[in-house]
């Protein structure tokens, strides 16, 4: 099986900064793209950014400007980078990686539990 597991969530004022990482783990033979969304209270889950295994990026709107995605393909984890946060940042951020398994087979898409980013004065 395969694990993500976010981790840097927490409570930031208004133009502060965090970085959110996600590790993938467990019966894993390759991971090819990775990326964040998040989905706010009464909102769709929405993109944020993606980044493929050899560094090319995609940014959401949600993303674009402010947020900065990187990954460490040695320890199978990408980051993104988050400043200046907005009050309209706040959400739930989740992880995503399209992993194929030491099983074999076909890749697939594996998301984290996510990890909440709160942005208030």
């Given at each position: 099986?395969?694990?993500?597991?976010?981790?840097?969530?927490?409570?930031?004022?208004?133009?502060?900064?965090?970085?959110?990482?996600?590790?993938?783990?467990?019966?894993?033979?390759?991971?090819?793209?990775?990326?964040?969304?998040?989905?706010?209270?009464?909102?769709?889950?929405?993109?944020?950014?993606?980044?493929t295994?050899?560094?090319?990026?995609?940014y959401?709107?949600?993303?674009?400007?402010?947020?900065?995605?990187?990954?460490?393909?040695?320890?199978?984890?990408?980051?993104?980078?988050?400043?200046?946060?907005?009050?309209?940042?706040?959400?739930?951020?989740?992880?995503?990686?399209?992993?194929?398994?030491?099983?074999?087979?076909?890749?697939?898409d594996?998301?984290?539990?996510?990890?909440?980013?709160?942005v208030?004065?």
């Amino acid at each position: 099986q395969v694990q993500l597991v976010e981790s840097g969530g927490g409570l930031v004022q208004p133009g502060g900064s965090l970085t959110l990482s996600c590790r993938a783990s467990g019966s894993i033979l390759r991971v090819y793209d990775m990326g964040w969304y998040r989905q706010a209270p009464g909102n769709q889950r929405e993109l944020v950014a993606t980044i493929t295994s050899d560094g090319r990026v995609n940014y959401g709107t949600a993303g674009e400007g402010r947020f900065t995605i990187t990954r460490a393909n040695a320890v199978n984890t990408v980051y993104l980078r988050m400043d200046p946060l907005k009050f309209e940042d706040t959400a739930v951020y989740y992880c995503k990686a399209n992993v194929r398994g030491q099983w074999g087979g076909d890749p697939a898409d594996y998301w984290g539990q996510g990890t909440q980013v709160s942005v208030s004065a």
